[in-house]
């Protein structure tokens, strides 16, 4: 059976990120991590003043994003990708609002199977 580590990276929206973890809990994932973080456009716009002016390249302008990280069975995957998808105010599809992706897990350890 391989695994994934799911990464769905949006703009901070409290809805959403519930109804992302309600969903992901009602098809089996029970476990994710929520990680706060800020995207390269806000660094540049609040931290490098002298490119200030270059923050109108990267889309998007809200303050913070969110990142949701879990490892699953590739057979939820799509499942959990629909969860994103389906979920009220979904960003994915707004350029500079979020992105969802998978990368292949090789090896963990610590966490019992079925996550």
Do not use: N, W
């Not at 806000?42 to 994003?65: M, N, R």
């Not at 500079?96 to 090896?107: E, M, R, S």
Request: hydrophobic share 45%.
């Amino acid at each position: 059976m391989k695994t994934v580590m799911l990464v769905c990276i949006i703009k901070r929206s409290r809805v959403l990120i519930d109804q992302i973890m309600t969903g992901f809990m009602e098809i089996g994932v029970t476990g994710a991590t929520l990680i706060e973080g800020r995207g390269m456009g806000q660094i540049v716009k609040q931290d490098v003043p002298i490119f200030s002016g270059l923050a109108e390249l990267f889309p998007g302008g809200e303050t913070d994003s969110s990142m949701i990280f879990s490892v699953v069975d590739e057979e939820v995957l799509e499942a959990a990708v629909a969860v994103v998808e389906q979920a009220e105010g979904s960003v994915l599809g707004t350029p500079g609002k979020g992105i969802i992706f998978a990368l292949p897990v090789t090896y963990f350890k610590g966490v019992k199977h079925g996550f």
